[in-house]
């Protein structure tokens, strides 16, 4: 009697309800599952497919990328989820060992942007692999200096999506010798830069960057001081144009503020090193100014990274008193300021790699559009 041919998976169940499926599965099991079947390779594979697992997925898989020499990707969920976490080494996107003084600048729906000064910048998704190399050393010849730089020699660089034309963009904007304000955008749709001088605050005055850009809502955000105040300065990048907001007014003993994204929200955070407390204030509402939320971390030193299961903080304690010298410690707090679970960092990754080659991202399989090529 001849045997019954077992129905795989494809036979059984419907197209529709296996892309569904494959909607909720976290984008670092993606890559595996395109082995599956040409089936499943042809839907993973589908732009398409990644626009929507981005926005559809269950919840988004917070990576933190650190590089010095090598790169190693950890998912921070995994570290406290009891899971078996993997440390993932990766390879750069470039062709010999990284070269000196390159850095992470900017992140924007899974790509990482890496920049090198003079003028070049490297477009990186280390989920796919996929990477893209940029030149600014046209806008450099035009301005007849060989770095670009902001008041306060500080440089403005900022990555992120125009959902209106679905185009990713690279800002760098500088102040040239003869004290003028410049500006330029890259359109990886077009592979060409704009000047948008026109579109910087008229004056700037004595505003001054800290930080690499943060992508939010269609917008890139810098930290700045001022005399007026400290606050975030923002470029809307469909309207091409800046605005501000001012963070609340804080004690002298928490100033020097850094600021990340926390569960699609714009948060800043200070360390007071007399209380040993650690003031996250949390912009509940985008540029509604009442809507900051001051949560307080006990500890003396606490750089949060993400939000987890949508309320929980995952931070580092980068000195810690119970673990080695050079170690890094991870810890979780709920908004209660109750600490949850803490983890320390495998010895290959050291307290120098924190500091000095780190970037907390989003995972994502998008690719550019096929006209970002050119």
Not at 47 to 59: D, G, I, N, V
Not at 235 to 251: G, N, T, V
Not at 345 to 364: I, K, N
Request: glycine content about 6%; aromatic content about 12%.
């Amino acid at each position: 009697m001849e045997e019954k041919k077992q129905k795989s998976i494809n036979e059984i169940l419907p197209v529709e309800l296996i892309q569904r499926i494959l909607l909720r599965i976290p984008d670092k099991h993606l890559g595996r599952l395109k082995c599956v079947s040409k089936l499943w390779y042809s839907l993973i594979s589908d732009p398409h497919f990644a626009e929507s697992h981005l926005h559809l997925s269950l919840a988004p898989t917070h990576a933190c990328l650190k590089y010095s020499t090598e790169a190693y990707i950890v998912h921070l969920e995994e570290l406290f989820n009891g899971d078996i976490y993997e440390l993932k080494e990766v390879s750069f996107p470039f062709k010999k060992k990284p070269p000196p003084g390159f850095g992470v600048v900017g992140s924007c729906r899974g790509f990482v942007l890496f920049c090198r000064r003079p003028h070049l910048f490297v477009v990186w998704n280390p989920l796919t692999g996929f990477s893209k190399r940029i030149s600014c050393s046209c806008i450099v010849h035009r301005s007849k200096r060989r770095s670009v730089k902001f008041p306060g020699d500080s440089n403005l660089y900022g990555f992120g999506h125009d959902a209106s034309r679905d185009d990713y963009l690279v800002v760098v904007g500088w102040l040239d010798g003869g004290n003028c304000q410049h500006l330029y955008c890259l359109s990886l749709t077009t592979n060409s830069w704009i000047n948008i001088d026109v579109a910087l605050l008229k004056p700037l005055g004595s505003i001054w960057c800290r930080s690499r850009g943060l992508f939010l809502n269609g917008s890139i955000h810098w930290l700045f001081s001022s005399l007026e105040g400290e606050g975030l300065l923002i470029f809307d990048l469909k309207e091409r144009s800046f605005s501000k907001i001012y963070l609340p007014e804080q004690p002298i003993t928490r100033r020097n503020h850094r600021f990340v994204i926390l569960g699609g929200c714009l948060a800043f955070y200070s360390h007071d090193y007399f209380e040993h407390i650690t003031d996250i204030w949390v912009m509940k509402e985008y540029k509604v100014q009442s809507s900051w939320t001051l949560y307080a971390i006990p500890g003396l030193k606490f750089d949060p990274l993400c939000l987890s299961n949508g309320s929980d903080i995952i931070g580092v304690d980068p000195f810690p008193a119970s673990i080695p010298v050079g170690s890094l410690k991870l810890v979780k707090y709920n908004i209660r300021e109750e600490l949850l679970q803490h983890f320390t960092y495998p010895s290959r990754l050291r307290h120098h790699a924190y500091y000095y080659g780190s970037c907390t991202y989003t995972e994502s399989l998008l690719v550019l559009p096929s006209n970002s090529f050119g």
